[in-house]
């Protein structure tokens, strides 16, 4: 059944704040693009800086005001749910939900279906983005205009390694028109906007009935069932997909080229000492719960 698109309903503040938004961390991967290291230890639990990629996705949805967070893990993510335990020491509540098998992002997201039915945002664990209060701002502007879904976007040179965008300005908004997942250079020419590349980078505010169209998509790229085939979908069955330019950056934190660039570039923000202050709090909270 075609579905209409969405209008524009626009909610306060005030109202916003009433409204829990649930966070969802897919984790589940098995990160072979940061072997040896993944082989011992899950790639989500690689420090930067002394605090682990998981960490940080934590402390982004804590800033966008998120404080109930499912984390969706799978075989051999036994520490990375030692590390963060029930969340209270990053000052959020946090459960886990186990994917059986890899196939894929939607697929992840989907075993959330029956554990969340609200407005829920997706970040997923090995995406590093910076400064942390981007992801307030996807969240504003999905719940004042409450599309289907709405996406964090950053520009990026080649588009053959990330999910590609394209959209149109209107409204002071970014309208998202089509999607394509991994493409082809040539495949990519018809997805540039202004002659530049436009890719997913690992937020996503989506409303729950995201889940229909998730079960409605064929395995894709890698044979996997890739959130961004589920998108394309959508919209083409009159959903309204919107999404938001990243203003600082962002890395995907699952080749060792950018974990490394991440290091030298907050290394480079602030000192030894700056890190090692805030790591000394961390452990004399969990030594205050723990002994």
């Given at each position: 059944m075609?579905r209409k698109a969405l209008?524009?309903?626009?909610?306060?503040?005030?109202?916003r704040m009433k409204?829990n938004?649930?966070?969802?961390?897919?984790?589940?991967g098995?990160g072979?693009?940061l072997y040896?290291?993944?082989r011992?230890?899950p790639k989500?639990?690689y420090p930067i800086?002394?605090k682990s990629?998981?960490?940080?996705?934590?402390?982004?949805?804590?800033?966008?005001?998120?404080d109930k967070?499912?984390i969706?893990?799978?075989h051999?993510?036994?520490a990375?749910?030692?590390y963060?335990?029930d969340g209270?020491?990053?000052?959020?509540?946090?459960?886990?939900?186990y994917q059986?098998?890899r196939?894929?992002?939607?697929h992840?997201i989907?075993q959330?279906?029956?554990?969340?039915?609200t407005?829920?945002i997706?970040l997923?664990g090995?995406?590093?983005?910076?400064p942390?209060?981007?992801?307030?701002n996807l969240?504003?502007?999905h719940?004042?205009?409450r599309?289907?879904?709405?996406l964090l976007?950053a520009?990026v040179?080649?588009?053959t390694?990330?999910?590609?965008?394209k959209?149109?300005r209107?409204?002071?908004h970014?309208?998202?028109e089509k999607?394509?997942?991994?493409p082809?250079?040539?495949?990519?020419q018809?997805?540039?906007?202004?002659?530049?590349?436009?890719?997913?980078?690992g937020?996503?505010?989506f409303?729950p009935?995201?889940?229909?169209?998730?079960?409605q998509?064929?395995?894709?790229?890698?044979g996997e069932?890739?959130?961004t085939?589920?998108?394309?979908?959508?919209?083409?069955?009159?959903?309204?997909?919107l999404s938001?330019?990243?203003?600082g950056?962002y890395?995907?934190i699952?080749?060792?080229?950018t974990?490394?660039?991440?290091e030298?570039d907050?290394?480079?923000e602030?000192?030894?000492?700056?890190?090692?202050?805030?790591?000394?709090?961390?452990v004399?909270?969990?030594?205050?719960?723990?002994?």
């Amino acid at each position: 059944m075609r579905r209409k698109a969405l209008g524009c309903t626009r909610v306060s503040a005030g109202e916003r704040m009433k409204e829990n938004i649930v966070g969802l961390i897919p984790a589940a991967g098995s990160g072979r693009r940061l072997y040896p290291f993944s082989r011992a230890v899950p790639k989500e639990l690689y420090p930067i800086l002394g605090k682990s990629v998981i960490e940080h996705c934590v402390e982004n949805l804590r800033e966008g005001g998120v404080d109930k967070i499912f984390i969706i893990v799978g075989h051999q993510k036994g520490a990375l749910m030692d590390y963060v335990g029930d969340g209270s020491f990053f000052g959020v509540k946090v459960a886990y939900l186990y994917q059986l098998e890899r196939l894929g992002l939607g697929h992840a997201i989907l075993q959330a279906k029956g554990w969340i039915d609200t407005t829920f945002i997706t970040l997923l664990g090995d995406s590093f983005i910076e400064p942390k209060w981007e992801i307030k701002n996807l969240i504003n502007l999905h719940m004042n205009e409450r599309p289907l879904a709405t996406l964090l976007l950053a520009e990026v040179k080649d588009p053959t390694s990330y999910g590609i965008a394209k959209f149109r300005r209107k409204n002071r908004h970014l309208e998202v028109e089509k999607l394509v997942e991994k493409p082809t250079k040539k495949q990519a020419q018809d997805y540039r906007v202004d002659g530049k590349y436009y890719a997913t980078c690992g937020a996503y505010v989506f409303e729950p009935r995201i889940f229909e169209y998730i079960e409605q998509t064929r395995p894709g790229h890698g044979g996997e069932v890739q959130i961004t085939d589920s998108l394309a979908l959508a919209i083409k069955e009159g959903e309204r997909v919107l999404s938001v330019e990243l203003a600082g950056r962002y890395l995907d934190i699952g080749k060792w080229s950018t974990v490394l660039q991440v290091e030298k570039d907050m290394l480079r923000e602030h000192t030894v000492e700056f890190h090692a202050k805030e790591r000394e709090k961390m452990v004399r909270r969990v030594e205050e719960k723990w002994g």
